[in-house]
């Protein structure tokens, strides 16, 4: 036990450590707390009163650990470049991260100038709810289309609009929040899905 203290003692002296090891594990800090950290912002920005306050107490908790390697090493360029490089790869993977997992709601808002009951209907078939209105825009008589989809089904909604009306005015902002609203069943989007490719095909 002994020899192995010594060891372990020698190892966090020597040169590997402070130039190699130490940088890295830094680096691996920043990439964790700045990664939550971007999830933090986001479920803040959506409302999520109980996931981001954890997410910045373990964010927070983590920097703190790394600051305070930083402040023992303050010759060390390594460790700054460690804590630099982390903090650009935590928000490149955080932002990845979010974008596959499609966390969030979305309204998509649509106008057309041609008539839109096939466009609204297919949007029913495929389990989304859909509510439009008669406009009028510069160029005269305009139909405008709203519909609240989660954002991992956008690409199938904007697919569908485009089937119909591929020169559609499409405007996407984030909701912070819904209540009620109608949703497709994932077993009916699936089935939608594969009419729709089908289709696409020939």
């Keep these: 036990m002994t020899d192995y203290m010594t060891a372990l003692q020698d190892l966090f002296n020597s040169s590997v450590f402070t130039w190699v090891i130490l940088p890295i594990l830094i680096f691996l800090a920043r990439v964790t707390d700045v990664t939550l950290g971007t999830f933090r912002i986001i479920f803040t920005s959506r409302g999520k009163r ?118 559609a005015f499409l405007s996407i902002e984030e909701v912070r929040s819904t209540q009620e609203g109608i949703f497709p069943v994932q077993q009916h989007r699936s089935a939608f899905v594969n009419h729709f490719m089908l289709r696409k095909s020939k």
């Design 50 to 167: 109980t996931l981001a306050p954890i997410f910045g107490f373990v964010e927070v908790f983590i920097w703190i650990v790394a600051i305070s390697q930083i402040m023992k090493n303050v010759n060390n360029i390594a460790a700054y470049l460690g804590y630099a490089a982390g903090f650009a790869a935590g928000t490149f993977i955080g932002l990845s991260l979010e974008e596959k997992m499609a966390i969030g709601t979305l309204i998509v808002r649509v106008i057309v100038k041609q008539d839109p009951s096939e466009l609204v209907q297919q949007l029913h078939d495929a389990g989304y709810g859909v509510t439009f209105v008669d406009a009028h825009g510069v160029s005269g008589k305009v139909s405008l289309i709203y519909t609240i989809v989660k954002r991992k089904d956008l690409a199938e909604v904007v697919n569908i609009i485009h089937l119909h009306h591929p020169k």
